[in-house]
């Protein structure tokens, strides 16, 4: 089969097409045929190896110390059961799936556990729609629920509205009944009203902490924020939670939690629950959540949409189709 290989960290120009021996799957296991797949902000940073700071070596540990473990790039993918394991039994050949597994999924095959993130495919998306859902809207779910606490009426402000993470977090913080503000920059601006977000400020043109409403919690999805800014803003017992971290919050997310008051929360997302897939699908069948996607690329091109992605600038999601392969 065809896939896209990083054998070596760095630039875009380090990705490869290559033809690899297609995966069998174990008993456990199920073989999805990827139709879509897709370049998400982690892609990136695991292949140029940038941006880790003071996980540097643990990631390092995790990914492969001087090259990465797993060449295969991707981690969201949608496409059809191809086969299916001696000891599986949620799937048969022919469902339409989507999921999410570190590594593997910029492939024309990709080998599953059955117990992860892999859950029928939403009737109501096409299989490139799907392949953008699970790394941000996993993510936010994790972030709202885990880390933001996020209750009904609460004030929340998130910054990094029009991102992968940042527009699923507008629209799931929405359905759990907050009030919503989403920072952006103006050429987004539409977008993030149209996610359901009840206020947008324009981070070219307004500062939120000089502003004059008060948040429950600030979600920053990006980075940019910082706290020590933000108290003005935030309420006394607020949360101010960072996707993105640095070894300055990592020390001020030490400090608040010893202490009454606001505090600071770095958090991380596993992104491999199934139950918590099955959540995301429930919202996408109801309408509560949509996926966005900015661009689309073959598989052939996949430097193209790491270079894109690198940029930092996409708005959602960025597909890389497999459909077309050969
Ligand atoms: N800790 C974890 O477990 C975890 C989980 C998931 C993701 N992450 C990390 O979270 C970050 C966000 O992920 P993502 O996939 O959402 O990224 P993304 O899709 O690449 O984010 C791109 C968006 O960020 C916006 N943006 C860029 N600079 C901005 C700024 N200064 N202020 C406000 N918005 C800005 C851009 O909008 P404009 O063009 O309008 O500025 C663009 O729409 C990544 O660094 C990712 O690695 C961490």
Known sequence: MLAATCRRYGAPEVLKIEGVARPTP??????????????????????????????????RL????????NPITGMEFAGTIAAVGKGTREFAVGDAVFGMKIGGANAEFLAVREARAIVAKPEGLTFEEAAVVPFGALS?????????????????????ASGAVGLFAVQLAKHFGAHVTGVC???????????GADQVIDYSKDDFTQGSDVYDA???????TSFSRSKRVLAPHGRHV???QTL?????????????????IVGFSGGDSKDDLLLIKRLIDTGAIRPVIDRT?????????HRYVDTGRKRGGVVVSVDAVG
């Open 140 to 160: 936010a779910l994790e972030f709202l629920r885990d880390f933001v606490r996020i209750e009904p009426g609460q004030k929340i402000l998130i910054h990094g």
């Open 242 to 244: 960072f996707v993105v």
């Open 218 to 224: 600030i979600l920053d999805t990006v980075g940019g």
């Open 248 to 264: 300055t919050q990592l020390v001020q997310a030490l400090w608040t939690s010893m202490r009454r008051g606001r505090r600071v």
């Open 185 to 195: 920059s103006t050429a987004n601006l539409d977008l993030v009203t149209s996610l």
């Open 62 to 69: 995790l990914f492969g110390v001087l090259r990465p473990r």
């Open 297 to 305: 690329y073959l598989l052939q091109e996949i430097a193209d949409a």
């Open 26 to 59: 174990k008993a456990d296991e199920i073989l999805v045929q990827v139709r879509a797949s897709s370049v998400t902000s982690g892609d990136v940073r695991m292949r140029a190896f940038t941006g880790a700071g003071i996980f540097w070596l643990p990631m």
